[in-house]
């Protein structure tokens, strides 16, 4: 089978389009790279759900820290705590059981015990928590003067928020926040080791590289692959996060704008 057949067979496999069966002897390098490119589909779908929502919900729980109303402070701390405090690990086998018996109680929650559903559901509360107090930590940052500026200019309410704050929130955090998007699209890998099943065995990058490492009692070919195809993703997201890091920084002299950096997460 040529190298450009076997990615028309297996290319989009990981979303049921392609071949059905895999292959069980005489692994080619093609066939790894395209079943662990495939299974890249489903990392990239859980990094981007997680993403794109978990940054809306953490810009409110900034917020709600952030506020003098107790009954919006104390809900914002404790599900910020709760959720940097305990591994993601834990959580997936948490969510997992909790899901299930859900699903005994009623249909409407049969979905969830899959993994497109309910593990992005895990990993957009843990993103949502880290993201949060890194926007808390921007907010606390805001240079007192702009704010005075914006009441000098009679902006209050939503239009002081809107054109000052806000903006003002992302650009001292977006750093770090690209950080957090980096270190969420490699959590996602913990998906394959959590409760959450496969969709009819047609799973993530490390479902096929762990599968290659056990048929070939070799695991130095699928997981440096695997390794290599995440070092390509974290450098399109570096590239697309360091774009907008530059347009929110680009009323700033050259001398003064942050520039992106990563950081190891030790604690996650």
């Known amino acids: 089978m040529s190298c450009i057949q076997t990615i028309q067979d297996y290319g989009l496999r990981a979303i049921g389009i392609g071949e059905r069966l895999l292959p069980r002897e005489d692994f080619t390098l093609c066939e790894q ?34 506020s003098t109303n107790r009954l919006l402070r104390k809900p914002s701390e404790w599900f910020i705590f709760i959720f940097r ?31 497109w559903l309910g593990a992005a559901i ?3 509360f843990n993103t949502s928590a880290y ?10 940052s805001i240079p007192k003067g702009d704010v005075e500026a914006a009441d000098a ?3 209050s309410g939503w239009a002081r928020f809107k054109r000052v704050i806000w903006p003002t929130m992302l650009r001292l955090a977006w750093p770090a926040y690209t950080n957090e998007a980096i270190f969420l699209f490699h959590a996602t890998t913990l998906v394959y080791i959590s409760s959450f099943p496969a969709w009819q065995q047609r799973g ?19 997981y440096p692959i695997l390794a290599g195809y995440f070092i390509v993703l974290t450098l399109v997201v570096i590239s697309v996060y360091g774009l907008v890091n530059r347009r929110l920084n680009r009323h ?12 190891p997460n030790l604690i996650r």
């Open 85 to 115: 405090g305990s591994p993601l690990f834990i959580q997936f086998f948490f969510a997992y059981f909790v899901f299930l018996s859900l699903k005994s109680m009623s249909p409407v929650f049969d979905t969830f015990t899959s993994a």
């Open 204 to 222: 993530d990058a490390l479902y096929y590289a762990s599968y290659f490492a056990d048929k070939t009692f070799n695991p130095f070919i699928p």
């Open 131 to 140: 993201s949060a107090e890194i926007f808390y930590g921007a907010l606390q």
């Open 122 to 124: 895990v990993l957009f």
């Open 153 to 155: 200019y009679g902006l």
């Open 33 to 66: 790279f395209t079943l662990i490119g495939s299974g890249m589909i489903w990392n990239v779908y859980f990094g981007l759900t997680a993403l794109v929502l978990g940054f809306f919900f953490a810009t409110a729980l900034a917020l709600g820290k952030a």
């Open 252 to 263: 700033l002299p050259a001398e003064r704008r942050q520039k992106i950096r990563l950081r």
